[in-house]
């Protein structure tokens, strides 16, 4: 891992101040492998997740976490995700004491919102009120459909009653929490996905992640790949009806994927992509941190008991060339539908307005960002064409 003498030293950028900083923390194990996943996450074999494994790795947790703090130190922390995998394997105990370790370790901002997510399984579920007593602030639970069929397709291991019973659980024990869906599955038809959004919204979720199934390389379903798949243009359509849908029900579209209720939405996602830093720790984490002339990323051991077993827990790391920062600043913030400032691109990278003028005056000419010299915004072309608006900053 980088020494801080080493990474406070001059260098080409100059940032003004450094920017809020998350955590997030990486459970890697899941029941599972489901054949659309291209996450690092591993089968628990015998069907759970034993004791030893468990404290184990949180120990290994806490020892990532110590070898880090030169690199954060005084910085507070404005939210954490316990991310997977399936984290809800780990039990409320374990979770408690999680979140204990960061808490003694790290300053947390008033009101930090901590998100753990969750899967219906019907163990996994008898554990939400565990969740929140442990510290949790808001749940994720990860339905993807309310179709016995497609859940069987996508490899789900619970069922359509077991997602109703799970997000009655959530709302029952958690004053804000997330229902993940997916659409443009195999055969699916607008009616069948008006079916699922009706079933969805009539749980009345805080926020709604919604996720496009796209086949990843080095998955199931890169090999296998199911029939039927919607075509791009069946798909936007799907798109509309949920921006449709969820807006009649309240939540507003506040991210490619993401849809809220006033005041719920996801702090932690909203700080990635505003280009805040986040430390990662965990197998296979990723983290990106800001000093006042660089920015750094770093990846972890991506193996499970490979992480365990090594003292530095970071496998690589590099500084980010000044030539690549605004395409990575951009691939995040023109995700948001209200955009960011011009002055929070020149905070978040240090780099001065001169450096994506050009990029700029052509997006707006394309009309894929909104005319506002003081704000980069993507208008309603740029969000439909939003990779192609991305690589215009490359």
């Avoid at 003694?104 to 163990?123: D, K, M, W, Y």
């Avoid at 509309?240 to 996801?266: M, P």
């Amino acid at each position: 891992m980088a020494d801080l003498q080493h990474l406070m030293r001059p260098g080409t950028l100059q940032l003004p101040a450094l920017p809020p900083l998350a955590l997030y923390v990486h459970l890697p194990w899941c029941l599972r492998k489901c054949p659309y996943c291209d996450f690092n996450s591993h089968e628990v074999k015998s069907g759970g997740l034993s004791a030893d494994t468990a404290e184990a790795y949180l120990a290994a947790l806490r020892a990532d976490l110590e070898a880090a703090l030169p690199l954060i130190w005084g910085r507070p922390v404005v939210s954490i995700f316990i991310g997977g995998g399936t984290p809800s394997l780990f039990n409320p105990e374990q979770i408690a004491q999680l979140i204990s370790d960061i808490r003694a370790r790290l300053p947390l901002e008033p009101g930090c919102e901590i998100t753990l997510e969750a899967n219906p399984g019907t163990f996994e579920r008898e554990r939400f009120a565990g969740f929140r007593q442990a510290g949790v602030t808001r749940l994720s639970v990860g339905v993807q459909s309310f179709d016995d069929a497609q859940l069987k397709t996508l490899g789900r291991v619970h069922s359509s009653a077991q997602a109703r019973e799970a997000l009655t659980e959530a709302a029952g024990a958690f004053e804000t929490w997330n229902l993940d869906l997916m659409y443009a599955l195999p055969g699916q038809t607008l009616d069948d996905l008006a079916r699922e959004l009706d079933t969805a919204l009539g749980f009345k979720p805080p926020h709604l992640s919604i996720y496009h199934l796209t086949i990843e390389p080095n998955t199931v379903f890169a090999t296998r790949t199911p029939e039927h798949l919607p075509d791009p243009d069946l798909a936007s359509d799907m798109l509309d009806l949920i921006t449709e849908k969820t807006g009649a029900a309240g939540l507003s579209r506040y991210e490619v994927s993401a849809y809220a209720r006033d005041g719920h939405r996801c702090a932690h996602n909203l700080n990635y992509w505003q280009f805040g830093d986040y430390l990662g720790i965990g197998a296979g984490a990723h983290s990106k941190l800001s000093f006042p002339n660089r920015v750094l990323r770093q990846v972890r051991w991506r193996e499970p008991a490979a992480f365990m077993a090594q003292d530095n827990k970071v496998s690589n790391e590099h500084e980010v060339a000044r030539k690549d920062l605004p395409f990575e600043f951009m691939l995040n913030a023109l995700r948001l539908k209200d955009g960011v400032t011009v002055l929070q691109f020149l905070e978040r990278t240090g780099l001065p307005p001169s450096s994506i003028a050009k990029a700029l005056e052509t997006a707006r000419g394309r009309g894929l960002l909104a005319a506002d010299p003081a704000r980069i915004q993507p208008t309603e072309r740029g969000f439909d064409f939003l990779s192609d608006l991305q690589q215009l900053f490359l």
